[in-house]
């Protein structure tokens, strides 16, 4: 089984990678750890990429070294660009059997305008989602 946790750029969620790592250790299953930096065009950017990409890094090798040092096999991978498409394509090339993601933190109102990558990842995605709440 391969499982692919999308972690988002910029943050710590703990509890997102202990629920990934008791179900990897219930089901022996390995876990793809991917982050996208939200930088489509950099000309249209804030911030130079490397800034975007930094972020992303650090939150992917944190998710990853914490599931590694629960035991289970995992990698972490940097994609650029938008976390919904770049997010489904890393699980389509992984063979992912299951995305696993953290609820959206925005407020509601923000989420309606801006719009919700668990929610369109549960909508768009061709394979299962599982989406893990703050406890």
């Known amino acids: 089984m391969r499982i692919v946790l999308a972690v988002k750029p910029g943050t710590d969620q703990p509890w997102i990678t202990d629920a990934v790592a008791r179900l990897a250790r219930q089901t022996g299953a390995s876990v793809a750890v991917v982050a996208v930096d939200h930088v489509e065009l950099e000309r249209f950017s804030p911030a130079p990429r490397t800034v ?3 972020s ?3 939150s992917a ?3 990853a070294q914490r599931l590694t040092a629960a035991g289970i096999d995992a990698d972490a991978t940097v994609r650029s ?6 997010t489904l ?5 992984q063979q992912a059997d299951l995305i696993v993601v953290g609820a959206s933190t925005r407020p509601a109102v ?3 305008l801006l719009g919700s990558v668990p929610l369109e990842l549960i909508k768009r ?4 989602v599982l989406v893990i709440t703050h406890p």
Do not use: K
């Not at 660009?81 to 770049?86: A, F, N, S, T, V």
């Not at 394509?89 to 090339?93: G, K, L, V």
């Open 56 to 58: 992303a890094r650090e």
């Open 89 to 93: 394509a890393f699980a389509e090339e």
């Open 110 to 112: 923000a989420e309606r």
């Open 61 to 63: 090798d944190l998710a």
């Open 125 to 128: 995605s061709a394979r299962p």
């Open 81 to 86: 660009g938008r976390p919904l498409e770049g």
């Open 52 to 54: 975007f990409v930094q």
